[in-house]
């Protein structure tokens, strides 16, 4: 898979797989551990925790524009690397302080400050790889390879969640994280030596900005307008956390739009193409990323999760089962949608009744009274995306190898069009999904879900790493980590914008209306990007690009 790649790519691909299952793991549960009210979560209400869920994948991804800056002009990337992979770690094993909100936050804060530092340089890092004139024609496919690091590590982290959470406890999986990336860090040092050559600053261009400038013109307005929409009365778009980030985005945006100002001739158009492309893309990660909010609450009620037969018990023999009885206890109490119900005190309501899983099993498929059954832990579910990217990136580089030697290739603004289409129609998957079990009345086959996530994993596959792809390529010299941290920018916005969407899903009585609106923004995406691919071509093929 490696050969005739540079010698640094192998180690560049473990650390980032390791820092996604660090990654990944945290995030498969986190929505579950926030809404768990019976084995020591936070018990928030699904929209608070959607909330702060949106808002911290929106916050990682923000942050990288400052990492992304300082890399560039003063730590360098390997630096940066490493400090934001340590950083992250400590983060981890902060979450897995039980009971104490502090923690909680603190936690928080520190992942996010440490992906600032890692994200955006690593995927420098990697395209100056390819800067060599002997690797320049394999770019996308290195990027495509380091992508299925990523979700190598995504599909195994879940397996380790599952396991860990029902037999010793909730810090005990977000600890394993930490372990993680510990050890992506480690494979990132024992592996300098093939990426020194490719950790090279770019001096700064004549009349641009210093970092302190940059910084304090906005980060600092950044700041302040993020308190602003904070502490507005009442809301506008509906949290105070969701006006606080989208406020404090606009200076950052701002910035943006003055580099593009202030570029020099020649730079101008690769910098309107990128910005171009983030601002479509926007709208495929605030769809793409419900799979830990919405598409974990369709899996955790709506799906069937029982295990066969013939699953269930190497399953229950390796305590990797999740086994619920028909024996009643206390469990909040949840209407025909599964809303929680809230006291006068806004604590949650308990009733002493069976399994909320059962709700919308038939009574005559229900097991007989102390019964119980063994069900597929809902974060697996989070397993099938990474393990489609696995299985379906080897095909997608042979067919656009195909197609390259045949002269048939699209361009990398065709293929995130590609993408955005392809998404587009994993949506209506969903739709079907609610239409078949009759709007939740009933449960849905795991098959829809799992057809769902395959749809989008081939959209994802279009768009992500070729994304990643084009910033390196496109990205002025000076102002690369800047311009890739451009790109965790709109994958930030997007994120915030999953987490505002999800938190509304308990608000549609109808949840086939709350795919169709998915589908909806991801057509007028597409067509947005199509509609701009004649130009977007010509920026390409003006600047020796494919």
Known sequence: MFKKHPSGLPFLFFTEMWERFGYYLMIGIFLLYMTDAQKGGLSLDRAVGSDIFGTFIALVYLTPFIGGLLADKLLGYRRSIILGGVLMGIGYLMLAIPNNMFSFYASLGVMILGNGFFKPNISVLLGNLYNDDRYKHLKDTGYSIFYMGINIG??????????????????????????????????????????????????????????????????????????????????????????????????????????????????????????????????????????????????????????????????????????????????????????????????????????????????????????????????????????????????????????????????????????????????????????????????????WLIAAYGVITVGELCLSPMGLSMVSKMAPRHITGLMMGGWQLATSIGNKLSGVLASMWDQYDDKAAFFWVNFVLLSVAALALFAMLRWLNRVFREQGLS
């Open 154 to 447: 995504a599909f195994i982290c879940n397996f380790f969640a599952a396991w860990l959470r029902h037999n010793i406890g909730w810090g005990a999986a977000f600890a394993a994280a930490g372990v993680g990336m510990f050890i992506g860090v480690i494979v990132f040092l024992v592996g300098m030596k093939h990426y020194a050559h490719a950790d090279v600053r770019k001096p700064a261009v004549p009349g641009e900005a210093g970092v302190g400038q940059m910084l304090s013109s906005v980060l600092l307005p950044a700041i302040v307008a993020g308190i602003a929409g904070w502490m507005l009365p009442g809301n506008i778009f509906g949290s105070d956390s969701t006006d606080a980030f989208l406020f404090g985005s606009i200076p950052v945006v701002a910035f943006y739009l003055w580099i593009l100002w202030k570029a020099a001739p020649e730079d101008k158009p690769r910098i309107k193409v990128l910005l171009s492309i983030y601002a479509v893309v926007v709208v495929f990660w605030a769809i793409f990323k419900q799979n830990g909010t919405a598409l974990t609450t369709w899996a955790e009620f709506y799906t069937d999760r029982e295990m066969p037969a013939w699953m269930a018990g190497p399953a229950e023999s390796l305590q990797m089962a999740q086994v619920v009885s028909m024996k009643d206890t206390l469990y909040p109490k949840y209407d025909g949608q599964f809303r929680t119900s809230r006291d006068a005190e806004d604590k949650i309501i308990k009733v002493n009744t069976f399994n909320p899983y059962f709700q919308n099993v038939p009574e005559a498929e229900r097991p007989p009274g102390d019964g119980s059954v063994s069900l597929i832990s809902t974060e697996l579910y989070q397993s099938v995306n990474p393990f489609f990217v696995v299985l379906l990136t080897p095909l997608l580089i042979a067919f656009f190898a195909w197609l390259r030697r045949r002269g048939k290739e699209p361009t990398t603004p065709a293929k995130i069009g590609w993408g955005l289409i392809i998404s587009a129609l994993s949506t209506l998957v969903t739709v079907w999904a609610v239409y078949a079990s009759h709007n939740g009345a009933v449960k849905a086959s795991a098959g």
